[in-house]
């Protein structure tokens, strides 16, 4: 099992920026990529970025050229850098661990899940 705990989340205004952070612990080893999903209000969870071991990074097109997916191996911890924040980024945000071997971006194909972290964007 690996467990994941995020945090950063709060409530802040339009433009600003927010950094997220999520270690995980338990067998990482077995863990290649670690992404982010958020999921607003009646919406659907959604794909927001990933990332391998090896820093290949993946992203959404609606946070492309905003957000930035870092990883730290050594602290096996996956960050998520928010700028540019606006109102339609507001939702839980989800850090996510897979063992598969591709930067996949199906919620399906993440077997490992965080609580959540609040991310609320005012306008």
């Known amino acids: 099992q690996v467990q994941l705990v995020e945090s950063g989340g709060g409530l802040v205004q339009a433009g600003e920026s927010l950094r997220l952070s999520c270690p995980a612990s338990g067998r990482t080893p077995s863990v290649y990529i670690m992404g982010w999903f958020r999921q607003a209000p009646g919406k659907e969870r959604e794909f927001v970025a990933a990332?391998?071991?090896?820093?290949?990074?993946r992203y959404a097109d609606s946070v492309k050229g905003r957000f930035t997916i870092s990883r730290d191996n050594a602290k096996n911890t996956v960050y998520l850098q928010m700028n540019s924040l606006n109102s339609e980024d507001t939702g839980v945000y989800y850090c996510?661990?897979?063992?598969?071997?591709?930067?996949?971006?199906?919620?399906?194909?993440?077997?490992?899940w965080g609580q959540g972290t609040q991310v609320i964007v005012s306008a």
């Open positions: 996510a661990a897979s063992r598969k071997g591709s930067l996949v971006a199906g919620r399906d194909d993440y077997e490992y």
């Open positions: 990332i391998t071991r090896s820093g290949l990074a």
